[in-house]
């Protein structure tokens, strides 16, 4: 069953209605985390959500697939965005931001591998804290990233802009060049989807060589 969104709805909606006209006409409140190229002719953004366990299974198992026959080689930019959908994986994200942009990509990926660990525990606010103190945060600084608003409020207006935009109602919603899937998708599904998209850059590479 798809991680359908709820938990948080009407914090959003608050924090929605209290934006301005220039506030939304400002720059993104957080930076771009991605893999890939700035020139790759396929663009994927990804919105998840560090509880949604589709979420953690397409990062764990078909990402990796992904930024080896794709992104590495040049053809796909994939762009992460925060979507949390209740108040521990908002948590999860503000932690994720607080290890820095260097180390995001890297503590996302280490929430997901471990999610059923944290997530399923009895305590899984506890669980997620013992995770975050094992791999270089201290509990001063677990402690400050909590209770840090600004943070957690760009993280929100990220799920905001994205729920306007594209309509998002479950996890992982994945964009390919503008194009919405409202799932996960497998490899294969994946393939599927880019293999046309990048059949001029093929072709004009397989012209350039021959």
């Not at 190229?37 to 953004?45: F, G, Q």
């Not at 908002?90 to 995001?104: D, F, N, S, T, V």
């Not at 975050?132 to 600004?150: H, P, R, S, Y």
Request: charged share 20%; net charge positive.
């Amino acid at each position: 069953m798809r991680f359908i969104l709820k938990g948080l709805f009407l914090f959003f909606i608050m924090m929605g209605n209290g934006q301005s006209d220039k506030t939304a006409l400002a720059p993104k409140p957080l930076p771009e985390m991605c893999l890939g190229r700035s020139t790759a002719p396929v663009v994927v953004i990804n919105y998840s959500s560090l509880t949604c366990t589709h979420c953690a299974h397409f990062h764990v198992a078909v990402l990796p697939q992904i930024q080896k026959n794709y992104i590495d080689p040049g053809y796909v930019r994939i762009i992460f965005r925060d979507y949390p959908g209740d108040q521990l994986s908002l948590q999860a994200h503000q932690l994720a931001w607080c290890r820095g942009e260097i180390k995001y990509i890297d503590f996302v990926k280490l929430l997901y591998s471990t999610q059923e660990k944290w997530l399923t525990a009895s305590d899984p606010a506890a669980a997620l804290k013992a995770i975050a103190l094992q791999n270089g945060i201290t509990t001063q600084q677990f402690d400050a990233c909590v209770k840090d608003q600004e943070l957690l409020e760009k993280i929100v207006q990220v799920r905001l802009e994205g729920q306007k935009k594209y309509n998002i109602t479950a996890t992982p919603t994945i964009i390919i060049n503008s194009k919405i899937y409202p799932r996960t998708l497998t490899f294969q599904e994946f393939e599927e989807i880019v293999r046309p998209l990048l059949a001029p850059t093929l072709e004009k590479n397989k012209t350039s060589n021959s």
